[in-house]
């Protein structure tokens, strides 16, 4: 159970870029790959606790699961697993190991409010 | 009036600060010349066996070290000092397993220069370390054959995040009915291409093929080094 040391790095790096933006965080927008270690229920779960007593109480975690895609050397292309069991191409078959999507555990995006009003 | 909400893409790795100290620790070892392998598996499958047999074949013609991550207690560390190779324990307390920081703190009164193998021995646990670089050369991932043979499906990340698989305790492999078959065909199928090695620590068996791959990758380091 790692996910809460990965839940405070991610509260940590929103909070950094935050205080530099100057701004409120409503939400952080997470890309988190099958093959990234990381479980998602557990992760959310600990987020909230994560998030106590810092600027980003009360904001969410928004997860989008990324699948495992492989270049499969058959196809010549980059194509899906056919499950995180079977490394093989989803369309002919051909195994393969080189992952090309799958392993993210990465902050893409803040919901953020201005602190101060805009200036129009 | 609050300005309405807005979205900013920002594109951060959440594990940047192990991922950098992980690279450091790779350009010192490459520095100095070290072949540097981790071991990871469940608890009690026989990694500290496995590494105490490693380190002491290779002393005799090598420079041996090894790192030995734990929770508690102090008891691999002392197990491996019987090889008579350099070790430290790293007790972790409550995490589940090694972190590239940890790695670094722990190095810091070694000269990395004076090695050629370090290995080290994370806290028993497929699940966690699968995520944390800790500049290693090789990653090897155990499983015993009193486990059963579908481990690789069970835990296919660290699998997937490992670079050779060790089968160990073989010697036992004919009481447990094992099938080294079946085993050999999950793993394949999680990991395509992965090498594996059946060995027995207890006996000896299989060692030297092993031992002679470690070999190799050294030579690769040196060769590297030498360009």
Request: net charge negative; aromatic share 6%; with cysteine.
């Amino acid at each position: 159970m790692h996910e809460l040391s990965i839940a405070m790095s991610i509260v940590e790096l929103a909070e950094e870029e935050a205080e530099r933006r100057c701004v409120q965080v409503n939400a952080v927008h997470l890309k988190l790959g099958a093959l990234s270690g990381v479980a998602k229920e557990a992760l959310l779960s600990c987020y909230e606790m994560a998030c106590e007593n810092t600027p980003l109480q009360g904001s969410r975690l928004v997860v989008e699961e990324v699948s495992v895609v492989i270049y499969c050397p058959s196809c010549r292309a980059q194509r899906p697993v056919s499950s995180v069991q079977l490394f093989c191409c989803s369309e002919c078959g051909t195994s393969a190991s080189e992952v090309v999507q799958g392993k993210e555990l990465e902050v893409v995006a803040l919901e953020i409010q201005e602190c101060a009003p805009n200036p129009v | 009036m609050r300005p309405e909400p807005r979205l900013i893409e920002i594109r951060k790795n959440v594990l940047k600060q192990n991922d950098l100290v992980a690279r450091s620790l790779r350009e010192r070892f490459r520095a100095a010349g070290v072949f540097v392998v981790s071991l990871v598996s469940s608890p009690g499958s026989g990694k500290t066996a496995f590494l105490e047999r490693t380190l002491s074949v290779l002393r005799a013609n090598y420079r041996v070290a090894a790192l030995v991550g734990d929770l508690a207690t102090e008891n691999d560390a002392l197990r491996l000092a019987r090889s008579q190779a350099p070790v430290k324990q790293i007790t972790t307390g409550t995490l589940c397993h090694l972190e590239a920081a940890m790695v670094q703190s722990a190095l810091e009164e070694w000269d990395l220069n004076q090695l050629d193998f370090l290995f080290i021995e994370n806290v028993g646990n497929l699940v966690c370390p699968s995520s944390y670089d800790l500049g290693e050369d090789l990653r090897l991932v155990l499983i015993s054959v009193t486990e059963g043979e579908d481990k690789p499906l069970k835990y296919p990340t660290i699998f997937n995040s490992a670079d050779v698989a060790i089968v160990t305790k073989i010697d036992l492999a004919a009481t447990v009915e094992f099938s080294w078959e079946t085993a050999y065909k999950n793993i394949q199928a999680v990991r395509p291409g992965m090498p594996v090695f059946q060995i027995s620590a207890k006996t000896g068996e299989g060692m030297e093929k092993y031992l002679g791959s470690l070999e190799t990758g050294l030579a690769k380091v040196h060769q590297a080094g030498a360009v």
